[in-house]
């Protein structure tokens, strides 16, 4: 299976990535703002609607209130610092919570008819249509949010998947040398070497271009000078 390239129409991956993670933030927020509202602070308009128990308002909060540290970690860890280790924590957590909506689902649809909710407001000459008519916007429905929740995992997925392949690694501008300090291990060998013959020239109490490219450079461990033949220079013996 080969990770996707761009999120819905045409959006780069990390776009993507992090509108599912904010809508993702924001749902496990009010998740449990409505989980304190109804339980806590007893308010009549908040909680959640559709016959949730209150055992089951509990559980959503709980699994809400435990994303949001995660979600965090993906946003600051795992796409602005691009660490997998952080983008995987999100991927299971994501993959979880699929899991524990498609079993809502599923005992919401299939185990509890929707038309036993039609048989006090509909008549009965219109029961039959009506009933039709709800099961099939419940079946497309769940079906059409479950396919969505796939496809948002997914792309959390290949987004893993690139920073596996070696875009978790240091961008290219920090292997610039822009002037303050050496970047990296080369450019502290290089900030070394450029040390060691500064401290040659004021050592030896005399400075030459041609010196510096040729014997200094053969003298930290180079075989070769840079330019022109291996011509040492020769400082005059004092008196």
């Not at 749902?27 to 908040?46: E, R, T």
């Amino acid at each position: 299976m080969q990770p996707v390239s761009q999120f819905c129409c045409g959006c780069s991956i990390v776009f993507g990535v992090k509108c599912v993670l904010y809508a993702h933030l924001l749902f496990c927020i009010c998740s449990c703002a409505l989980a304190i509202g109804d339980i806590i602070l007893k308010l009549p308009d908040f909680g959640f609607q559709g016959g949730t128990t209150r055992k089951s308002e509990i559980y959503l909060a709980g699994w809400a209130l435990a994303g949001i540290p995660i979600i965090l970690i993906a946003l600051f860890g795992g796409v602005a610092r691009r660490i997998e280790s952080h983008m995987r924590i999100y991927l299971y957590y994501a993959m979880a919570t699929v899991a524990i909506d498609v079993f809502f689902l599923v005992d919401k649809i299939l185990l509890t008819d929707s038309c036993g909710s039609l048989s006090s407001i509909v008549a009965t000459e219109a029961r039959a249509y009506a009933c039709g008519v709800a099961r099939t916007l419940s079946y497309s429905s769940s079906i059409t949010l479950i396919l969505l929740q796939m496809y948002l995992v997914f792309v959390i997925w290949s987004y893993c998947e690139d920073l596996a392949e070696g875009g978790s690694g240091g961008v290219l501008a920090d292997l610039i040398f822009t002037g303050k300090e050496p970047a990296g291990k080369m450019g502290s060998m290089a900030g070394a070497a450029s040390y060691g013959i500064h401290a040659m020239d004021m050592g030896g109490g005399y400075s030459n271009t041609g010196s510096n490219y040729g014997g200094h450079m053969s003298g930290l461990g180079g075989s070769t000078p840079l330019f022109g033949n291996d011509v040492h220079y020769m400082p005059p013996v004092r008196d």
